[in-house]
């Protein structure tokens, strides 16, 4: 496990618990020293550590911007070869390609994951296990069979479904759910202007700009292209619902909603 912060933290304590030998490292000493203490581990791992466990999965948690990283390209250069490594990046941009390509290189087996899991907060100490209950994996469709085949192990291991999806649809689709649904709830709170008193929907609605800014500053940036044409279908739509609103046309007003609220009730349908 590379990275020991909120996602790989939380990995970590469901695996170890269902028997896995976990070895862990993350470049923040005091949260190796965290998971240690916790039991998350079985093994510390450092940059120059020769590891011949067989069958081995590496797991890298860490963000995006840590790829290139020499301490993480160390990492990489110790592992066995064939050894399967994937990546928790909440894009597929241009650091899951560059990944992709240093593995083959050091003739390591390649396929990325995205856990739609987590939850607000960061770090190691916000670690939560139960995070995977029902979760579903986004798994690399292009990967090699026999890739696919142990990333859903690992992953149906903690109590995940997987679904397996090509690089681009996930792009478009993190695009118009996840990555929009985060640059929104930012923006709202500065239209807001940080009210001193809010309602529960207000709440609700912006409850992801809890998130590390740090972090989704690299995630929108890796995914602009796919974000900024969902950014530009929402501003259409908010033009659409403020002419009506100026125009004081509650007939075509009510039909706008009622076609939003058909929409979300559809959501419903499909759990």
Same mark, same amino acid.
């Given at each position: 496990m590379l990275g020991l912060g909120h996602i790989g933290a939380s990995l970590a304590s469901a695996?170890?618990?269902?028997?896995?030998?976990?070895?862990?490292?993350?470049?923040? @000493? @005091?949260?190796?020293r965290?998971?240690? =203490?916790?039991g998350w581990l079985y093994h510390v791992a450092r940059p120059d550590m020769e590891i011949d466990t067989h069958n081995l999965i590496c797991v890298i948690a860490l963000p995006e911007s840590a790829v290139g990283d020499p301490k993480l390209s160390k990492m990489l250069s110790h592992l066995p070869s064939g050894t399967i490594v994937t990546e928790v990046f909440s894009s597929k941009g241009k650091g899951t390609v560059v990944l992709e390509r240093e593995c083959a290189a050091l003739g390591l087996r390649f396929g990325w994951s995205h856990p739609l899991a987590g939850r607000e907060g960061n770090g190691v100490a916000s670690a939560?296990?139960?995070?995977?209950?029902?979760a579903t994996v986004l798994v690399d469709a292009l990967a090699p069979a026999a890739v696919r085949a142990d990333l859903a192990r690992l992953w149906k291991g903690?109590?995940?479904?997987?679904e397996?999806?090509?690089?681009?649809?996930?792009q478009r689709h993190m695009a118009a759910g996840s990555h929009l649904m985060h640059a929104l709830a930012y923006s709202l709170m500065h239209a807001l202007g940080g009210p001193k008193s809010a309602s529960p929907s207000v709440?609700?609605?912006?409850?992801?700009? =809890?998130?590390?800014p740090e972090a989704w500053a690299v995630i929108l940036a890796s995914n602009s292209e796919e974000v900024t044409a969902s950014i530009e279908r929402l501003r259409k739509e908010l033009g659409k619902v403020?002419?009506?609103?100026? =125009?004081?046309?509650g007939r075509s007003l009510f039909k706008y909603l009622a076609e939003g609220q058909r929409l979300r009730l559809k959501l419903e349908e499909k759990k």
């Open positions: 695996l170890s618990t269902r028997g896995w030998k976990v070895w862990g490292w993350d470049r923040d @000493a @005091a949260s190796v965290y998971a240690r =203490k916790e939560d296990p139960g995070i995977f209950a029902g903690i109590g995940c479904s997987v397996l999806m090509s690089t681009e649809h996930h709440l609700s609605t912006t409850r992801v700009a =809890k998130s590390s403020s002419r009506l609103v100026h =125009k004081g046309d």
